[in-house]
Nanobody, 131 residues
Framework: QVQLVESGGGLVQPGGSLRLSCAVS????????IGWFRQAPGKEREGLSC????????NYGDGVKGRFTISRDTAENTVYLQMNNLKPEDTAVYFCAAGASASVQAMCVVGNLRPFHMDNWGKGILVTVSS
């Protein structure tokens, strides 16, 4: 079973940057698609980015395209989300999640993942964008 732990969140000013990390254990990245999701207060959890087991990726979330970029370090078994030009509306709990099925691997690179597609979740980490 795969375990996921997010880190790197916190408070940042508008226009600033953060890099979130998702440490994966119990498996290696060549077996799972890893997606980043976020959930703001009162809103549904939404998909942002994904990198699949072959290294294909998509940065697709509404309102974050061009600002957020997913990457991975297979040697460290870690997936990252680089977040630039942060805005107050980016304030949310950010989650990484893993999915192993062939359909999730494919949807990952197309960029249409929904939370119910994923099998395992981290606990989430809060990002607050405020001056």
């Amino acid at each position: 079973q795969v375990q996921l732990v997010e880190s790197g969140g916190g408070l940042v000013q508008p226009g600033g940057s953060l890099r979130l990390s998702c440490a994966v254990s119990g498996s290696t990245l060549d077996h799972y698609a890893i997606g980043w999701f976020r959930q703001a207060p009162g809103k549904e959890r939404e998909g942002l980015s994904c990198v699949n087991s072959g290294g294909g990726s998509s940065n697709y979330g509404d309102g974050v395209k061009g600002r957020f970029t997913i990457s991975r370090d297979t040697a460290e078994n870690t997936v990252y989300l680089q977040m630039n030009n942060l805005k107050p509306e980016d304030t949310a709990v950010y989650f990484c999640a893993a999915g192993a099925s062939a359909s999730v691997q494919a949807m990952c690179v197309v960029g249409n993942l929904r939370p119910f597609h994923m099998d395992n979740w981290g606990k989430g980490i809060l990002v607050t964008v405020s001056s």
